[in-house]
């Protein structure tokens, strides 16, 4: 079956803008997570959805949101980008909310010029 | 405050040869450990994990040690062979529930010379 899918795979945006990054999930999967990585930063969490409710929220700030479709399909945005945003944004889904093993998709690559 | 450290930010090994991928962590209550593997323009995929009630899992080359009172687990691949070269992720989380999420560390990079 698919993986989570991803889009857009690259961004450019200026700062000031804003963006939105969409993920689907594997199909049957309800949980879908984000993470931001940058270099030498690793995988930071910013937000779970399950059955289209933000359970939990990493440390960013309120410019980061998110949100979960019926069909479990995730948004998120980012508005007043910041040169700092620049980084690859990953979503992860899976079966049920707090599932360890998560299935990440390939990302999107956003840069803020 | 980095919760899960992996010190080593790269690692080059001999094909063949045994490689050690470690990870610290700073939070008791952290009670599940997996590992993920990411190539460069892939997501992370699961490699291997280990629940805080055990010291030791094993799937194929790969052995995941655990020990607890000195918060540290490493991970064993053994051979090691080229196609293993990648960032290996060491991540931890505490239960479930509302607060639920993975926390990661840095990564280190292997790299399996033939």
């Known amino acids: 079956k698919a993986g989570v899918t991803q889009t857009p795979r690259y961004l450019i945006k200026t700062r000031g803008q804003q963006v939105t990054l969409s993920c689907s999930p594997i199909?049957?999967?309800?949980?879908v997570s984000w993470y931001q990585q940058t270099p030498g930063q690793g995988l930071q969490f910013l937000f779970e959805?399950?059955?289209?409710?933000?359970?939990n929220k990493g440390n960013f700030p309120g410019r980061f949101s998110g949100r979960q479709f019926s069909n479990s399909r995730s948004e998120m945005n980012v508005s007043t980008l910041e040169l700092g945003d620049s980084a690859l944004y990953l979503c992860?889904?899976?079966?049920?909310?707090?599932?360890?093993?998560?299935?990440f998709g390939a990302g999107t690559r956003l840069s803020v010029l | 405050d980095q919760q899960v450290k992996q010190n080593s930010p790269s690692l080059s090994v001999q094909e063949g040869r045994i490689s050690i991928l470690n990870c610290d962590y700073t939070?008791?209550?952290?009670?599940?450990f997996l590992w993920y593997k990411k190539y460069p323009a892939e997501g992370p995929t699961f490699l291997i994990s280990?629940?805080?009630?055990?010291d030791k899992n094993e799937d194929g080359r790969f052995t995941v040690f655990l020990n607890k009172s000195a918060k540290h687990l490493s991970l064993h691949i053994v051979p090691s062979q080229p196609g293993d070269s990648a960032v290996y992720f060491c991540?931890?989380?505490?239960?479930?529930?509302?607060?639920?999420?993975?926390?990661f560390g840095k990564g280190t990079l292997l790299t399996v010379n033939p």
């Open positions: 992860a889904s899976s079966f049920r909310a707090g599932d360890n093993i998560q299935y």
């Open positions: 199909s049957g999967h309800r949980s």
């Open positions: 959805y399950f059955s289209e409710t933000q359970r």
């Open positions: 939070n008791s209550m952290f009670d599940y």
């Open positions: 280990i629940s805080s009630i055990k």
């Open positions: 991540a931890a989380s505490a239960g479930g529930g509302s607060n639920y999420k993975l926390t």
